[in-house]
């Protein structure tokens, strides 16, 4: 395993707009065992919400485990890519 230090870069963390954001919801409501139904992955909270709308509505369970995913990216301060170099850049552009 080889270990590399490279120069101090005040990256900011930033979602990646590419990627569409994970909202899911898992029914845990049960005295002994969770009822376990599941919402599946919905790409907006409001889908996710229905949907546990609708199991409350059928089952009277109200308790629910939610899970939120979502893709993150490094942003360096100068706007270039990780790993490209800025002579590097200049060639690519000549
Ligand atoms: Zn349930």
């Not at 065992?33 to 409350?56: D, F, I, L, M, N």
């Not at 509505?57 to 485990?65: A, C, N, S």
């Not at 979502?70 to 942003?75: F, G, L, R, S």
């Amino acid at each position: 395993m080889s270990r590399r230090i490279f120069r101090y870069v005040a990256f900011s963390i930033v979602q990646d707009v590419t990627a569409e954001p994970e909202y899911a919801a898992r029914c845990v409501s049960g005295d002994e065992s969770e009822c376990g139904a599941e919402s599946g992955v919905g790409h907006h909270p409001a889908e996710v919400e229905e949907w546990q709308r609708k199991h409350t509505q059928e089952t009277r369970h109200v308790r629910y485990r939610r899970n939120f995913a979502d893709y993150a990216v490094m942003e360096p301060p100068d706007g270039l890519p990780v790993g490209l170099q800025p002579a590097r850049v200049a060639r690519v552009r000549a």
